[in-house]
């Protein structure tokens, strides 16, 4: 073989290997990923990771993909790249209720680059409590919160950001929020956190009177009523009975702003 030709063979291998992005290192944060088949249980979460090992800044894109099992808040992640530094983006994975608890996989690509991570899908705990996990039904919710934030087990105001909740209609009462049971389920307590903390005081930024109802068949109940509340946390107990949904209404806030909720629970008894 002669030296042009040799050029001509080397030069596109050069060329399909920057194209590539073989330079990019991938990674993912845990490196096993649990799922809970509920629908506002905290679970499911990954931290996407491209890092540009090479000489110069590029743009990558990755390919996010799994089997039908798994549902996937992104299917791409594409970034500018510098040299050395790693980027990254959340993956959120959730499952349909009542999927079988089995292990799967998602598959990160960029390029020839891969990266298999383990998906454990969980059978769904015992709960005392009722709300925990369960899709969430509220007035509405603040653009800033997530919906389920009230039910997901957290309730840590210093945490208020990734794990409480807030209506959207500031100034504007009542605001609901509450579950929708699949099941009818028996209901004698229900604990309300509302956002307490040094910064942000129950008695100044807390939820001030509220109702706490109970649904059966079309009809809502309402079983304890607060008024002027102060405290970081309140428990409402009320014969228990057989309900098909929960609901706190919120009437008033310390504030007279948003209703802001930390966790909403409840109990059988
Ligand atoms: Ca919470």
Redesign the pocket.
């Known amino acids: 073989m002669n030296r042009a030709a040799l050029l001509v063979l080397l030069l596109p291998v050069g060329a399909v290997a920057i194209s590539n992005n073989n330079a990019i290192d991938i990674s993912a944060t845990p490196q096993l990923v649990e799922v809970v088949p509920l629908p506002c249980f905290p679970s499911g979460k990954l931290s996407l990771g491209m890092t540009n090992t090479g000489r110069n800044p590029t743009v990558a894109d990755m390919r996010v993909s799994a089997d039908s099992a798994l549902t996937l808040s992104r299917h791409q992640f594409s970034s500018y790249l510098p040299v050395g530094q790693l980027v990254t983006a959340p993956l959120e994975i959730t499952v349909p209720r009542g999927t079988t608890p089995a292990t799967h996989t998602v598959d990160l690509s960029v390029g020839r680059e891969h990266l298999k991570v383990p998906v454990a899908i969980k059978p769904v705990p015992q709960r005392d409590d009722a709300l925990l996990g369960e899709q969430a039904v509220a007035s509405s919710t603040n653009g800033d919160m997530r919906l389920c934030?009230?039910v997901?087990g957290?309730?840590d105001s210093a945490q208020w950001g990734a794990?409480?909740w807030h209506d959207a209609t500031k100034g504007v009462f009542p605001d609901t929020y509450g579950v929708d049971f699949l099941q009818a389920t028996t209901i004698g307590r229900v604990v309300l956190q509302t956002l307490d903390s040094a910064r942000y005081p129950a008695a100044v930024m807390g939820i001030r009177d509220f109702d706490i109802q109970v649904r059966t068949g079309a009809t809502w109940t309402t079983v304890g009523e607060v008024r002027g509340n102060v405290l970081g946390k309140v428990t409402v107990t009320f014969e228990p009975r057989a309900v098909d949904a929960v609901q706190l209404v919120s009437r008033d806030s310390n504030d007279h702003g948003y209703s802001r909720i930390?966790?909403l629970e409840a109990y059988g008894s």
Do not use: A, M, Q
Request: charged share 20%; glycine share 34%.
């Open positions: 934030g009230g997901d957290n309730s794990s409480g930390v966790e």
